[in-house]
Protein backbone atom coordinates (compact mmCIF):
# COMPACT_ATOMS: atom_id res chain seq x y z
CA UNK A 1 0.00 0.00 0.00
CA UNK A 2 1.23 3.48 -0.96
CA UNK A 3 1.68 6.48 1.67
CA UNK A 4 -1.46 7.54 0.40
CA UNK A 5 -3.45 5.46 0.73
CA UNK A 6 -2.96 4.22 4.34
CA UNK A 7 -4.06 7.47 5.86
CA UNK A 8 -7.59 6.66 4.31
CA UNK A 9 -7.38 3.02 4.80
CA UNK A 10 -6.35 3.44 8.51
CA UNK A 11 -9.89 6.18 8.97
CA UNK A 12 -11.91 3.49 7.28
CA UNK A 13 -11.24 1.26 9.46
CA UNK A 14 -11.52 3.34 12.72
CA UNK A 15 -15.04 4.58 10.93
CA UNK A 16 -16.08 0.33 11.04
CA UNK A 17 -15.10 -0.38 14.03
CA UNK A 18 -16.78 2.86 16.05
CA UNK A 19 -20.03 1.15 14.17
CA UNK A 20 -19.47 -1.95 15.42
CA UNK A 21 -19.03 -0.97 18.67
CA UNK A 22 -21.79 1.36 18.97
CA UNK A 23 -24.38 -1.68 16.94
CA UNK A 24 -23.18 -3.59 20.26
CA UNK A 25 -24.71 -1.69 22.63
CA UNK A 26 -27.88 -2.22 23.57
CA UNK A 27 -30.40 0.62 23.40
CA UNK A 28 -32.85 1.75 26.05
CA UNK A 29 -36.32 1.39 26.60
CA UNK A 30 -39.04 3.47 28.29
CA UNK A 31 -40.76 1.52 30.88
CA UNK A 32 -42.73 1.83 34.14
CA UNK A 33 -42.17 0.19 37.09
CA UNK A 34 -44.98 -2.69 38.45
CA UNK A 35 -43.53 -4.92 41.32
CA UNK A 36 -40.07 -4.43 42.52
CA UNK A 37 -38.98 -8.22 44.40
CA UNK A 38 -35.76 -7.12 46.16
CA UNK A 39 -35.74 -10.74 47.85
CA UNK A 40 -35.38 -12.43 44.33
CA UNK A 41 -33.38 -9.81 42.71
CA UNK A 42 -36.61 -9.22 40.08
CA UNK A 43 -38.33 -6.52 38.45
CA UNK A 44 -41.93 -6.33 36.70
CA UNK A 45 -41.97 -3.75 34.25
CA UNK A 46 -44.26 -2.59 31.78
CA UNK A 47 -42.28 -1.70 28.78
CA UNK A 48 -42.17 -0.34 25.23
CA UNK A 49 -40.35 -1.89 22.08
CA UNK A 50 -37.11 -3.99 23.06
CA UNK A 51 -35.50 -4.21 19.69
CA UNK A 52 -32.16 -5.95 20.50
CA UNK A 53 -34.24 -8.96 22.06
CA UNK A 54 -36.23 -8.44 19.19
CA UNK A 55 -39.15 -8.68 21.71
CA UNK A 56 -42.91 -6.11 21.70
CA UNK A 57 -43.84 -4.18 24.28
CA UNK A 58 -45.53 -5.67 27.63
CA UNK A 59 -45.25 -6.70 31.10
CA UNK A 60 -43.00 -8.99 32.30
CA UNK A 61 -40.59 -9.76 35.01
CA UNK A 62 -37.08 -9.05 34.47
CA UNK A 63 -33.90 -10.65 36.63
CA UNK A 64 -31.72 -7.47 37.22
CA UNK A 65 -27.82 -7.66 37.05
CA UNK A 66 -27.19 -6.46 40.21
CA UNK A 67 -29.75 -6.43 43.40
CA UNK A 68 -28.83 -2.66 44.01
CA UNK A 69 -30.21 -1.52 40.84
CA UNK A 70 -33.51 -2.09 42.81
CA UNK A 71 -32.49 0.44 45.70
CA UNK A 72 -35.21 3.29 45.44
CA UNK A 73 -37.73 1.66 42.99
CA UNK A 74 -41.35 1.42 43.46
CA UNK A 75 -44.27 0.84 41.42
CA UNK A 76 -45.68 3.38 39.24
CA UNK A 77 -41.69 5.03 38.68
CA UNK A 78 -40.94 5.78 34.86
CA UNK A 79 -37.46 4.50 33.77
CA UNK A 80 -35.54 3.59 31.25
CA UNK A 81 -33.78 0.67 30.53
CA UNK A 82 -31.67 -1.74 28.79
CA UNK A 83 -32.08 -5.63 28.33
CA UNK A 84 -30.10 -8.30 27.29
CA UNK A 85 -29.79 -11.72 27.55
CA UNK A 86 -26.93 -13.29 29.94
CA UNK A 87 -27.00 -16.34 30.13
CA UNK A 88 -30.44 -17.55 28.68
CA UNK A 89 -32.17 -15.08 31.02
CA UNK A 90 -33.42 -11.73 30.23
CA UNK A 91 -31.36 -9.33 32.35
CA UNK A 92 -31.64 -5.33 32.72
CA UNK A 93 -28.34 -4.38 32.60
CA UNK A 94 -28.60 -0.53 33.20
CA UNK A 95 -31.32 1.48 35.22
CA UNK A 96 -32.05 5.24 34.03
CA UNK A 97 -35.03 7.39 36.06
CA UNK A 98 -37.26 9.66 33.69
CA UNK A 99 -38.03 12.61 35.90
Do not use: C, Q, S
Request: a positive charge.
Amino acid sequence: MNRRRLPLALAALLIAGTGYALAETPPLVDGEVRKVDRDAGKLTLHHGPITNLDMPGMTMVFRVADPKMLDGLKPGDKLRFTAERIDGAITVTRIEPVR
